[in-house]
């Protein structure tokens, strides 16, 4: 795992950063090994600062202490509101052990042929210390919703170190990176995201801040996101 992280800082270094679909493609709010309550639901709102919002909204449950299940309907409007693309993810996860997962997710858009993928993840949390740890991720993405029209399949890679306060607060920065077989030069993309993040009883309030730049051929991007998520 130092090796892992070591990879991902040199990378870091002569790379820019980037915005990739494949990491909101997923029935939470991002790689987590947080277990889902027996029933929970989540809504939250991610905006560029411009036109474009997303709202995404979940829900999920514990069916029992091995299998979680969920489903999560993204809204995008973009062009002040005059346009809306409608996205649903349905997913579920096996806890392989304490801090470890399987993953499958089934992205399908629901209007403007916007694709649908389906994606593979393996994730591992790891204990550094009783108040850190760094949770690992890996995903692999199938089918033109996330691939492309011209794309085989897309692979991710990620890391989210992470600090507890206590019960109440923590606080993450979440390194990723993805890029297509075939096509990796043209689309190999990475971010960096700050988290704060607080517990109120079986409620929680995560707020996210992405500073993005694309490669050559893109724009710069910044997005600020607030999720609530809450146990029924």
Known sequence: MKRLAALLLAILAVNAFALDPIWRMRYTFGPENKPAP??????????DF?????????????ISS???????????TYNKMDHTQLSVDVGGRYKISRGSFLELDGYFGL???NGSAVILTYASEQFIAKAFSNFYEMRAGFLDG??????????????????YFGSAFRT??????????GHLKDDFMTDIIPKLELNFGHTRVRLDFDIGIMQEKNNDQKTIALYVMTAL
Do not use: C, Q
Not at 146 to 163: A, C, H, I, Q
């Open 38 to 47: 027996k029933f929970g639901v989540g809504v939250g709102i991610n905006s």
């Open 50 to 62: 411009g036109d474009n919002v997303l709202i995404p909204v979940n829900i999920m449950s514990s």
């Open 66 to 76: 091995e299998i979680d299940l969920g489903a999560k309907l993204d809204v995008f």
């Open 111 to 113: 209007n403007r042929n």
């Open 146 to 163: 996330v691939t492309g029209e011209d794309g085989y399949v897309k692979f991710s890679l990620g890391m989210t170190p992470t600090l």
């Open 172 to 181: 993450m920065i979440e390194v990723n990176m993805s890029g297509s077989a």
